[in-house]
C-alpha cells in the first residue's frame, strides 16, 4: 500500500520552518557575560522568598531547588532557579 506524501511532506515542512526560526532568532540575539561574583551570590543565596526595604530602594531574593523525578528511582532533572530584584526610585 503506497504511503501518502502530502501529509509527512506537510510535517516536515513545518519543523524545518520551526528550526529555520530558531536559528535566526539564536543568530541575532547577542551572548550574554558571565560575571563570577554574581553567580557565587546566587550560590549563597537562601532558598525562599526574602525582601528588605532601605532608603529608597527595595530588594528582592527568591530561590527554587528541587529534583524531579520520573517515577519513584527513574531518571531525575535537578532545577535550581534564582531571582534577584531591585528596585531604585528617586526624584529627577
Known amino acids: 500500500m503506497p504511503v501518502p506524501l502530502t501529509p509527512i511532506a506537510a ?54 531547588r528541587r529534583v524531579i523525578r520520573l517515577g519513584q528511582r527513574g531518571p531525575g532533572v535537578s532545577v535550581d532557579a534564582t531571582l534577584l530584584g531591585r528596585l531604585r526610585m528617586a526624584r529627577a
Open 11 to 64: 510535517m516536515a515542512l513545518r519543523y524545518v520552518a520551526v528550526a529555520g526560526a530558531a536559528y535566526v532568532v539564536t543568530r541575532q540575539i547577542e551572548r550574554g557575560r558571565l560575571s563570577q561574583p554574581v553567580e557565587d551570590e546566587m550560590d549563597a543565596t537562601p532558598e525562599g522568598v526574602t525582601a528588605r526595604r532601605d532608603e529608597g530602594q527595595m530588594n528582592a531574593t527568591a530561590r527554587f
